[in-house]
């Protein structure tokens, strides 16, 4: 599995930005696919997955309602809107197997929001 990340930028709060995840190599068809930030210091947090064989979809609290997820055959996308400085962290793409047997794990792509 190999994931390609890109997107990320410098934006003003209330701006917007659109993540892209380039996925290759899947041969399973259960698994979460989606997005983890982390700021410096912190550990890697949650930030929204869909799920493939259904399409669930996946968000944390603090993301909810500005942020959405999609998946379009190869590329996953991350539409970030309202874009707030608590936001700032360095975005991955991130896929893991619903029986947890895989992981793997796109380089990171820095977001920035000024005040």
């Known amino acids: 599995v190999q994931l390609q990340a890109s997107g990320g930028g410098l934006v003003k709060a209330g701006g917007f930005l659109r993540l892209s995840c380039a996925t290759s190599?899947?041969?399973?068809?259960?698994?979460?696919i989606g997005w983890y930030r982390q700021v410096s210091g912190n550990q890697r947090e949650t930030v929204s997955c869909?799920?493939?064989?259904?399409?669930a979809e996946h968000y944390d609290d603090s993301v909810k309602g500005r942020f959405t997820i999609s998946r379009d055959k190869n590329t996953v996308t991350l539409q970030m809107n309202s874009l707030k400085p608590e936001d700032t962290a360095v975005y991955y793409c991130h896929y893991r197997r619903v029986d947890g047997l895989d992981e793997a794990w796109g380089q990171g792509t820095l977001v920035t929001v000024s005040s």
């Open positions: 190599g899947f041969t399973f068809e259960d698994y979460h």
């Open positions: 869909i799920t493939n064989r259904d399409g």
